[in-house]
């Protein structure tokens, strides 16, 4: 039998860890978007992320009804606009323009991009896995943008503490 | 036609990124260990995390051979270790003692903890899902240990460079 409490003390090692958000689109036809920790690039050709969502959060229920979403990778300043959304449910209310985000059109997908991000992935899905609790969403990435003018990207820093991290070089190789 | 200059530039965007490595058994009865760079979490009940492996890597051949693995979070005192397991194949050689890191048996596994790092899973693979030219390996996690002596974890910061970095909070809720 595992332990949990030994679980949580293992996945606390993994602060800071970077942060994304998936902007989907509601059955009412607005966008709405979460904070996620459970995403991973998953191929090179053809180009496929993956993201974990809960299967009772509202963005399950948007993902399945509009299998599109936008990733993306908030920057350090955009602590305030990820909490927003971490604490707000899309079922209660509209999000935007509440939650601070500014947001612009994709090019290949319903879901906006989220402007002052470092990049925005445009996905479709293209298939959904059972995942325990959780669907593992797998997207193709059919557009990406980078803003190079955005600073590091957004880091949960483990409890509801959000920040920016500073390298500390260890090695370089080639 | 995704441009693949831009996907680049935004997956640049992600660094640093926290690292993983997986131990695996070869069909040797020995254990291997790559870097990771993709996974995630997946669910809390039943606790499950996945992991994206290239299908024409060695340790692909070795999780289908021997459905089990351990997901380890390495320090930022292992770059060393780590490089080594990222620069030599298991195909060619037995990695350990080579590589520097120090093993000790799993409680639930055949592949070994790897000592000093922040945490060790034992994980067994309960799906494996097509994810183009990688495959998601599902893993249930039977055991967990983290080492509260171990400083913080190890990141990539982009191309071969490997570090750790220290934090910059910039918000705090509750």
Same mark, same amino acid.
């Given at each position: 039998m595992l332990k949990e409490a030994a679980l949580k003390e293992a996945w606390q090692r993994k602060y800071p860890e970077g942060v994304? /958000? &998936? $902007?989907?689109m509601t059955?009412? +036809?607005t966008p !709405? =978007?979460?904070p996620l920790g459970w995403d991973m690039p $998953? @191929? +090179?050709k053809p180009p496929l992320c993956a993201i974990a969502v809960g299967k009772t959060r509202f963005s399950h229920e948007c993902l399945k009804a509009n299998p599109e979403f936008v990733l993306a990778i908030p920057s350090e300043n955009q602590h305030a606009e990820m909490l927003y959304c971490g604490s707000h449910s899309g079922r209660d209310e509209e999000k935007f323009p &509440? *939650? +601070?985000? =500014?947001?612009?059109? @994709?090019t290949k997908v319903r879901p906006p991009l989220l402007l002052g *991000? *470092? &990049? !925005? /992935?445009?996905c479709k899905v293209v298939a959904a896995y059972d995942g325990g609790d959780h669907t593992i969403f797998m997207g193709e990435i059919l557009a990406s943008h980078a803003d190079s003018d955005a600073p590091g990207r957004l880091y949960t820093l483990g409890g509801n503490r959000y920040g920016g991290v500073r390298e500390v070089v260890k090695t370089q190789k080639g």
């Open positions: 994304w /958000l &998936a $902007v989907t059955q009412r +036809g !709405n =978007a979460i $998953v @191929s +090179g &509440a *939650c +601070g985000f =500014a947001t612009a059109p @994709s *991000c *470092c &990049a !925005n /992935l445009e």
